[in-house]
C-alpha cells in the first residue's frame, strides 16, 4: 500500500475490525464509522467500491457518504473509472478539515501542544520549555489547561471544532482511569490528570484521555511506516526516561494490564548506576539523556542547563559531534553500545520488521545507526537480525504529541454522528 492510498487516521489500540458490515443488526451509526474507516485506511475510491468493499447496498452507500459529507467529514475526490468503461464516477475522499484532535506531551522538561486536522494535517502548534519535575504536577497541569484553552479559541475563530484531547505522559499510566500511576522522571504517582484537567477546563471540556508517551510516539511513527509495508515495529524514545512503543501486525501492544513497554527499565546493569525508579542499572540510565550529558559534557557546561530549551542544546552537541570533539564522540559511542546491548534483546523477543529511534536519539541518528545496526546483525540471534532495520524519526520531538492528536481523532471514526453532535 502507497503513502497515497493510506489516510492519515490511526487505529485504536485494539484494532477497529474488519471492514465489512454486521449484517441485519449494524446500525446506521456503526456504518457510518465503517465508511469512514475505509477511507481513512485504504484511501479515497468510488462508492461503488466501497458498497463492494464494506458489503453494504450501493443505496445505502450512497446516503451514508451523503450524511459525510454534510458533516464535513468527506468530500469529492478526483475521477475515476475504476477499471470500467463509460462515464467516470468521482471518488470519495477523508476531508474533515474542520475538525480538531489536540494532543498534549508533558515531558520533564516541556509541554507540547498540537492539533491536526481529520486528514493528519497540523492546525496548532505550541512548545513550552517547562521545569515539569520542579513546578509539581498542579501547576503542569493548570499549564496545559491554559494552552488547551489558548489552541481551542485559536482554532474556534478559524472555524474549527475539538473533538477530543489526547495526553501523552511518561511512566506508568492506568489508560482507563486517566491517572499517571508512577512517573518516576517528573516525580509524580498517582495523579489524576484526566479529573484535573477536565475540571480546570470546565463545563465545556471536551473528551480527555491519557496515554503513555511512547506507546502514542509508537502510533504516530506507525503511520508513516506502514505506508512502506511496516506493519511490526519498536518505537525507543530518548530523552530524560526511555520509553517504547511496540506495534505488532499494525497494533498496539498493551500488555495484560496496559503497562507493555516499559523496556526503559530493563535491568541490563544490575550494579549499575541509580535510576529514578529506585532500582540499579536500568537501561535508561545507559542511554536516557542524562547518560549522554554525563559522558558529554562536565558540570557548569550550557548544554546541562536545564532552562535552555533541550532542542537548543542538543544541536549544540550536535555542532560538536560533527566537528569530531573527543568528549562528545566519545559519549556517543558508549551511548551506541547501550543502546546495541537492549535492542538486541528486544530484537530476540519480539522480531520487529524495524525499530525506530526517536527523543534526542534521531539528532544524532546517522552516529548511531550504521553501528547500532551492525551490532545487532552480531548480537540477534536470528540471521541478519531477523530482516529489523534500525532508524532515525523524522518527527523529532513531536512524535508523542502527533499520535495522541491521531488518537484524539480516533472518536470521530467510531462515531461520526454522535462525537460531533456531542461535542457540539
Not at 441485519?24 to 474507516?37: I, P
Not at 454534510?70 to 475526490?77: D, N, W
Not at 536545564?306 to 559511542?333: H, I, K, N
Amino acid at each position: 500500500m502507497t503513502a497515497d492510498q493510506r489516510g492519515p487516521g490511526v487505529r485504536t489500540p485494539g484494532g477497529d475490525g474488519p471492514h465489512k458490515a454486521g449484517g441485519r443488526a449494524s446500525l446506521r451509526r456503526t456504518n457510518l464509522g465503517l465508511v469512514l474507516r475505509l477511507l481513512r485506511d485504504a484511501g479515497p475510491r468510488p462508492r461503488t467500491r466501497i458498497a463492494a468493499e464494506t458489503g453494504l447496498p450501493k443505496a445505502t452507500i450512497t446516503n451514508l457518504v451523503a450524511e459525510l459529507m454534510e458533516r464535513g467529514l468527506v468530500r469529492e475526490g478526483e475521477p475515476t473509472r475504476d477499471g470500467s468503461i463509460g462515464r467516470p464516477s468521482r471518488t470519495v475522499e477523508i476531508d474533515g478539515r474542520a475538525i480538531c484532535g489536540i494532543g498534549v506531551e508533558i515531558s520533564a522538561d516541556y509541554l507540547f501542544l498540537i492539533a491536526l486536522d481529520l486528514r493528519g494535517e497540523v492546525a496548532a502548534e505550541q512548545h513550552i520549555p517547562l521545569d515539569v519535575r520542579g513546578l509539581g504536577a498542579d501547576e503542569v497541569l493548570d499549564r496545559a489547561a491554559e494552552a488547551i484553552r489558548d489552541t481551542r479559541r485559536r482554532l474556534r475563530s478559524r472555524g474549527m471544532h475539538t473533538v477530543a484531547v489526547t495526553v501523552a505522559a511518561p511512566g506508568v499510566i492506568e489508560h482507563r482511569s486517566g491517572v499517571v500511576s508512577y512517573a518516576p522522571n517528573i516525580e509524580w504517582r498517582d495523579v489524576d490528570v484526566v479529573g484535573i484537567l477536565t475540571r480546570r477546563l470546565g463545563p465545556r471540556s471536551p473528551r480527555i484521555d491519557l496515554e503513555n508517551d511512547a506507546k502514542l510516539g509508537a502510533l504516530a511513527e506507525y503511520l508513516i511506516a506502514a505506508a512502506a509495508g511496516i506493519h511490526d515495529l519498536i518505537y525507543v524514545t530518548g530523552e530524560t526516561g526511555v520509553g517504547g512503543g511496540i506495534i505488532t501486525e499494525g497494533r498496539l501492544l498493551r500488555g495484560a494490564a496496559g503497562y507493555a513497554g516499559e523496556i526503559g527499565h530493563m535491568r541490563l546493569s544490575p550494579d549499575g548506576k541509580l535510576c529514578a525508579c529506585g532500582r540499579r542499572g536500568c537501561w535508561e540510565t545507559m542511554v536516557g539523556l542524562h547518560a549522554l550529558l554525563d559522558h558529554a559534557a562536565a558540570p557548569g557546561d550550557p548544554v546541562r542547563d536545564a532552562t535552555v530549551d533541550l532542542e537548543l542544546r542538543l544541536a549544540e552537541l550536535r555542532r560538536r559531534a560533527d566537528a569530531g570533539e573527543p568528549a562528545t564522540t566519545a559519549a556517543l559511542e558508549a551511548i551506541t553500545d547501550g543502546l546495541a546491548l537492549g535492542l538486541a534483546a528486544l530484537t530476540d523477543i519480539l522480531n520487529p520488521r524495524a525499530i525506530v529511534l526517536g527523543g534526542y536519539f534521531a539528532y544524532f541518528g546517522d552516529h548511531l545507526i550504521t553501528r547500532v545496526q551492525s551490532e545487532l546483525t552480531e548480537r540477534v540471534m536470528a540471521p541478519d537480525a531477523g530482516g529489523c532495520t534500525v532508524l532515525a524519526s523524522t518527527l523529532g520531538f513531536s512524535a508523542a504529541a502527533r499520535g495522541a492528536a491521531s488518537l484524539a481523532l480516533d472518536v470521530v471514526y467510531q462515531d461520526p454522528g454522535g462525537t460531533l453532535t456531542a461535542s457540539s
